[in-house]
């Protein structure tokens, strides 16, 4: 059976049921990362346990370190998290630095979340 395409009314469903199911979440960054990432994914329609790449290790382009990207959906987007109350600015600043360091080369993300 073909599926249906996606869209924007049945995102937007999609979306307010997501926000409620992680609306009074702990908030645990590395207990609930990869189990958000999947749920936002499938907002989107991506149901593939291989869509991203977890806690993927990358080199920072700003310092030259060694980083790790919470999760990549390699030459779409990087998600960078913090626990509740984290500074979600700088995390993404992070992210967007570790994409940028040579170890991504052809799957740096065009995006950052």
């Known amino acids: 059976m073909k599926q ?3 869209v924007l009314p049945d995102i937007r ?14 908030g645990y960054e590395r207990g609930e990362a990869q189990s958000f990432v999947r749920d936002l994914l499938r907002v ?6 291989t869509a991203a790449v977890y806690e993927k290790r990358a080199q920072r382009a700003s310092t030259g370190g ?11 987007a990087l998600i960078e998290m ?5 500074a979600s600015a700088s995390a993404v600043r992070v ?6 360091g ?3 080369r052809g799957r740096a ?3 950052a979340v």
Do not use: C, H, M
């Open 102 to 104: 040579s170890s991504l």
């Open 109 to 111: 993300p065009r995006g």
């Open 13 to 26: 469903s999609r979306a307010g049921a997501f926000v409620a199911q992680w609306r009074n979440a702990e």
């Open 44 to 49: 989107f329609g991506i149901t593939r346990s």
């Open 95 to 100: 992210g967007i630095s570790t994409a940028g």
């Open 82 to 86: 913090k626990s509740a109350g984290g």
């Open 66 to 76: 060694q980083g790790y990207i919470d999760a990549l959906i390699s030459g779409t």
């Open 4 to 6: 249906k395409p996606l």
